[in-house]
């Protein structure tokens, strides 16, 4: 299946030449595959676009054993369109009973690539997440012994806070204290949302990182109410003022080695968006390079693309540079607006809308 078949494109070339970027091929540091036939609709969009994709563990049960994140990634891999060569990266749902022996196992048997730290009630399916932080404390020394990289959700779950404040909350009352305790432990903090964050990942380099998704580039909390209620922009962390968008693209663009791709592409059914409690996410999965590449632009940023797209996420989890190269074309295309999930649908982020930037050809 073509690049345009596959995102129901129309990807008509404009009129004259148009301007190409070729990077070495890109991975996602943080991608919601789900499980089932949301799974095998939503997948050949991630595995057009990146070479690797760290899997996030919160499926109903939670992946928090070697056995269920072996079986979960046989199946992602059963998923893959044909002739793809996607690679999985598993990762372990940490609780508050997680044994520091069984992280270990499983990361020296490659079987994941890092844990996941998820507040318990932060947000989709993390009901079964760490109730108290500061109690996970031998697992995480395990993980700073041995090098293996803790994920983390940033958001405090204390009904009284705020929802526009619980990243702010969370980075000074959870996030500073575990990395005082924790000198060696290798943390990313996920889908960064405030300009008070961006500061914070700097202030650690080195030791901590950050993802910045896609759409978290493209809206801010306004945007979630222009022209009425629009649920399929609600995600958690929500999006935040406009003066935080524009930290994140200063971030994103700056060339800055803590930050990288992750997209956070959380797929869910129309049917659980347009409903009276609405679920969390956004799938940006279909046109995720397409509006990265598109705010590089928009910085002139273009020279540091490469780095935030392919090179940074992967020298901070100390695996290889992905070999080949993709290449992306300055000229309109439209991605479907939506992908068929049996009877439903699932509504894509940008889907209907022209898009400045296409994905082109895969090499490698």
Same mark, same amino acid.
């Given at each position: 299946?073509?690049?345009?078949?596959?995102?129901?494109?129309?990807?008509?070339?404009?009129?004259?030449?148009?301007?190409?970027?070729?990077?070495?091929?890109?991975?996602?540091?943080?991608?919601?595959?789900?499980?089932?036939?949301?799974?095998? $609709?939503?997948?050949?969009?991630?595995?057009?676009?990146?070479?690797?994709?760290?899997?996030?563990?919160?499926?109903?049960?939670?992946?928090?054993?070697?056995?269920?994140?072996?079986?979960?990634?046989?199946?992602?891999?059963?998923?893959?369109?044909?002739?793809?060569?996607?690679?999985?990266?598993?990762?372990?749902?940490?609780?508050?009973?997680?044994?520091?022996?069984?992280?270990?196992?499983?990361?020296?048997?490659?079987?994941?690539?890092?844990?996941?730290?998820?507040?318990a009630g932060a947000t989709t399916n993390a009901h079964y997440g760490v109730t108290d932080i500061a109690k996970l404390a031998p697992v995480l020394e395990r993980m700073?012994?041995?090098?293996?990289?803790?994920?983390?959700?940033?958001?405090?779950?204390?009904?009284?806070?705020?929802?526009?404040?619980?990243?702010?909350?969370?980075?000074?009352?959870?996030?500073?204290?575990?990395?005082?305790?924790?000198?060696?432990?290798?943390?990313?903090?996920?889908?960064?949302?405030?300009?008070?964050?961006?500061?914070?990942?700097?202030?650690?380099?080195?030791?901590? $990182?950050?993802?910045?998704?896609?759409?978290?580039?493209?809206?801010?909390?306004?945007?979630?109410?222009?022209?009425?209620?629009?649920?399929?922009?609600?995600?958690?962390?929500?999006?935040?003022?406009?003066?935080?968008?524009?930290?994140?693209?200063?971030?994103?663009?700056?060339?800055?080695?803590?930050?990288?791709?992750?997209?956070?592409?959380?797929?869910?059914?129309?049917?659980?968006?347009?409903?009276?409690?609405?679920?969390?996410?956004?799938?940006?999965?279909?046109?995720?390079?397409?509006?990265?590449?598109?705010?590089?632009?928009?910085?002139?940023?273009?020279?540091?693309?490469?780095?935030?797209?392919?090179?940074?996420?992967?020298?901070?989890?100390?695996?290889?540079?992905?070999?080949?190269?993709?290449?992306?074309?300055?000229?309109?295309?439209?991605?479907?607006?939506?992908?068929?999930?049996?009877?439903?649908?699932?509504?894509?982020?940008?889907?209907?809308?022209?898009?400045?930037?296409?994905?082109?050809?895969?090499?490698?």
């Amino acid at each position: 299946m073509s690049v345009t078949e596959l995102f129901g494109g129309t990807q008509a070339r404009a009129a004259g030449s148009f301007e190409t970027l070729t990077i070495r091929r890109p991975d996602d540091w943080h991608v919601h595959l789900r499980d089932g036939a949301m799974l095998k $609709a939503v997948l050949p969009f991630t595995a057009a676009q990146f070479r690797r994709g760290i899997v996030m563990p919160n499926l109903v049960p939670p992946v928090t054993g070697i056995a269920a994140a072996s079986a979960y990634r046989e199946r992602i891999l059963a998923a893959r369109p044909e002739g793809s060569d996607f690679t999985p990266l598993m990762t372990c749902y940490l609780t508050d009973i997680t044994a520091p022996d069984e992280i270990e196992r499983g990361f020296r048997d490659g079987v994941w690539a890092a844990a996941k730290l998820y507040p318990a009630g932060a947000t989709t399916n993390a009901h079964y997440g760490v109730t108290d932080i500061a109690k996970l404390a031998p697992v995480l020394e395990r993980m700073e012994r041995i090098g293996m990289p803790v994920l983390v959700h940033g958001e405090a779950t204390d009904p009284a806070v705020d929802i526009f404040d619980r990243e702010a909350v969370f980075m000074e009352q959870e996030m500073l204290p575990l990395l005082r305790r924790h000198q060696g432990l290798k943390v990313v903090i996920e889908h960064v949302t405030t300009a008070e964050t961006v500061d914070l990942v700097r202030a650690h380099a080195g030791r901590a $990182a950050g993802t910045i998704t896609p759409h978290h580039l493209i809206i801010n909390r306004t945007s979630l109410f222009q022209g009425g209620l629009r649920p399929h922009l609600y995600c958690l962390p929500v999006a935040k003022r406009e003066r935080h968008r524009l930290a994140l693209r200063k971030a994103a663009t700056s060339g800055d080695g803590n930050f990288f791709i992750g997209t956070d592409t959380a797929p869910h059914l129309r049917s659980a968006k347009q409903a009276e409690c609405c679920s969390a996410g956004v799938f940006g999965g279909a046109t995720a390079l397409q509006t990265y590449v598109q705010v590089f632009d928009e910085e002139g940023a273009l020279a540091h693309f490469e780095a935030f797209a392919a090179e940074n996420g992967a020298r901070f989890y100390g695996l290889p540079l992905n070999e080949g190269t993709l290449t992306l074309e300055k000229r309109p295309c439209r991605v479907s607006p939506a992908v068929a999930v049996g009877d439903e649908d699932v509504v894509v982020f940008r889907g209907g809308e022209e898009l400045p930037w296409s994905l082109g050809e895969v090499r490698g």
